[in-house]
């Protein structure tokens, strides 16, 4: 059984900079798409980011320049580096493995940027 495991969130200062993993364990083959979402206080959840197995990555208007994502084969694993983060870009961060059978959800990451 595949599951996802998020981790390196946290309260952080805004201008601080932080980074998610999302590490995939039981992983048979590649999936076809990685993406990180985030969901904030009272808000649906919104995909910030994706990248797909050519390496080529894709960002929510809002948060170029600022959100990298990328991946590591070799560790089944994906990342979401964010810089100058935001009192907004406090949410739960959650990462997605998308498969033919059907998309894989983790179970999530709290980040909270406060002063």
């Known amino acids: 059984q595949v599951r996802l495991a998020e981790s390196g969130g946290g309260l952080v200062l805004p201008g601080e900079s932080l980074r998610l993993s999302c590490t995939a364990s039981?992983?048979?083959?590649?999936?076809?798409?990685m993406a990180w979402y985030r969901q904030a206080p009272g808000k649906e959840r919104e995909w910030v980011a994706g990248?797909?197995?050519?390496?080529?990555?894709k960002y929510e208007d809002s948060v170029k320049g600022r959100f990298v994502i990328s991946k590591d084969n070799g560790n089944n694993a994906v990342y979401l580096q964010i810089y100058s983060l935001k009192p907004e870009d406090t949410a739960v961060y959650s990462c997605?493995?998308?498969?033919?059978?059907?998309?894989?959800w983790g179970q999530g990451t709290q980040v909270t940027v406060s002063s």
């Open positions: 997605k493995f998308v498969f033919p059978y059907g998309d894989l």
């Open positions: 990248i797909y197995p050519s390496g080529l990555t």
């Open positions: 039981g992983m048979r083959f590649q999936p076809t798409a």
